[in-house]
């Protein structure tokens, strides 16, 4: 089955540390972007690719680190610099060919520092 | 800049009542427009989108249609069901000046259906 998948669905991190967290897709979609989600509120975009190598500061990326070595991954650093690291983290995916501007989520990743 | 504002939650129906969950938004040029629901504990699914002025999208017994002239995108369903509880976010996707793009999101309208 074609999909996003994050992993882990919940993480628990001690202060002080780094974390990464996963995101994967099957679909051969083009872009993928990182949103934070608190609790009562809207997406906020952290970062977001749109090609292998090349990568874009959203709104919130202070604390925050990507890589995109490979088209199907784009794995999130929540590192210590991060503040307020404790949300709902979401990953999407976009097909840029064809003309179409559906993003599509995966499940999320709860994590909360301790 | 872009932006979206959706009606304030939460809101309570029965079941069978009807739903509108109103929707704005203020953008340049044409965005295309999304309804997104987000069940608990779950990412987002793309319920619904439109992409030009007089579209309607619709999905599940759900619709909205792209007004331009009230620059409005609401979601209604004439009979709810339990199984609708979630939250409803409304978003436009946004061609930044990098030529990059991303979706903006509403702030999210939670609704509880209750028997």
């Known amino acids: 089955d074609g999909g996003i998948t994050q992993s882990p669905k919940y993480l628990f991190r001690k202060e002080g540390q780094n974390v990464t967290l996963s995101c994967e897709q099957n679909?051969?979609?083009?872009?993928m972007y990182w949103y934070r989600q608190d609790p009562g509120q809207g997406l906020r975009l952290i970062y977001y690719s749109q090609i292998v190598n090349d990568f874009q500061k959203g709104d919130i990326a202070e604390g925050y680190s990507v890589s995109r070595e490979k088209k199907e991954s784009f794995p999130l650093t929540v590192t210590s610099a991060q503040k307020n690291p404790t949300a709902f983290y979401l990953c999407?995916?976009?097909?840029?060919?064809?003309?179409?501007?559906?993003?599509?989520f995966g499940p999320g990743t709860r994590l909360t520092v301790l | 800049g872009n932006s979206v504002t959706q009606m304030e939650g939460p809101v309570t129906l029965s079941e069978e009542a009807f739903l509108t969950i109103n929707c704005t938004y203020t953008?340049?040029?044409?965005?295309?427009l999304f309804w997104y629901v987000q069940y608990p504990g779950e990412g987002l699914q793309l319920l619904l989108k439109?992409?030009?002025?007089?579209d309607k999208g619709s999905n599940k017994g759900f619709e909205a249609t792209y007004r331009k002239e009230t620059t409005s995108f609401h979601l209604e369903k004439g009979s709810v069901q339990v199984s609708d509880s979630a939250v409803y976010f409304c978003a436009l996707s946004d061609i930044l000046k990098t030529s990059y793009d991303k979706v903006i999101f509403g702030p999210g309208t939670s609704l509880s259906v209750i028997p």
């Open positions: 953008a340049t040029g044409y965005p295309s």
């Open positions: 679909l051969n979609h083009d872009a």
């Open positions: 439109a992409t030009k002025a007089d």
């Open positions: 999407a995916s976009k097909l840029l060919a064809g003309g179409t501007d559906t993003q599509y």
